[in-house]
């Protein structure tokens, strides 16, 4: 009986724990959609394209066939979801400065949370501290990429979270074409939720030895 009860209260912490980092929000997140014969092709299935700089490309990917490649002064692709002030949104994407295509100048490569209202103005943005310059390391295998997390609590008047992989020459000249991969983004559970999770499990506990 006791064995039983510690497996109850290890299942219902594990199950609320893996609530924090939940389930992942993003459609294609790895970009494997569509399956490409080889080469590359405009666009990815999914998420919003901007800049005209943007393919899923068979080559050098993280996981699976596919990676995300985008070039330009500013291209990318986004994919956002309800959201309210106060919340807790966290995610991340794998990030490759090419050695066949390296960045240079000032290009850059980000992965960013917007923060937008009801009107899809941009409130405020947060960037991962991961993201890749043109000093950045290069490579071109699955353990050359760099995880870039980004996480923030939606301030004021967010309506819309908007989760974002961008390239960007902002500061000058630049060049080059980073891949992303393997992306994530979830809104993250109040800590609090946690807690009344692992308090109903020790109840199920007590409960238990009370009918044992």
């Known amino acids: 009986m006791k064995r039983y ?5 290890v299942a219902a912490l594990m199950s609320a724990f893996t609530g924090t980092a939940s389930a ?3 459609t294609n997140p790895g970009f494997e959609n569509p399956v490409l014969g080889g080469g590359d092709t ?3 299935v999914g998420w919003n394209v901007f800049g005209g700089g943007t393919y899923t490309i068979k080559l050098a ?3 699976g066939d596919n990676a995300f490649k985008t070039f330009g002064q500013t291209s990318g692709a986004y994919q956002e979801f309800p959201a309210s002030a106060g919340e807790n949104w966290a995610g991340g994407a794998y990030l490759l400065n090419p050695s066949f295509d390296a960045l240079a100048g000032a290009q850059i490569a980000a992965v ?4 937008r209202d009801a009107g ?4 405020s943005f947060i960037s991962s501290p991961n993201g890749l310059t043109a000093a950045s390391p290069q490579g ?3 353990a050359d990429y760099v995880y870039a997390p980004v996480a923030g609590i939606a301030p004021a008047g967010t309506a819309k979270a908007r989760f974002v ?7 000058g000249p630049g060049g080059g074409a980073p891949f992303f991969d393997d992306a994530s983004f979830a809104r993250v559970p109040e800590p609090a939720t946690v807690l009344l999770v692992g308090a109903g499990a020790v109840g199920i506990i007590a409960l238990r030895r009370r009918q044992g």
């Open 112 to 115: 960013n949370i917007e923060w």
């Open 5 to 9: 009860c510690w497996g109850l209260f």
């Open 165 to 171: 992989l961008l390239t960007g020459a902002f500061a």
């Open 140 to 142: 071109s295998t699955a």
């Open 120 to 123: 899809d103005n941009l409130i």
């Open 42 to 44: 405009f666009g990815a």
């Open 24 to 26: 992942n929000l993003l």
């Open 61 to 63: 990917p993280h996981s």
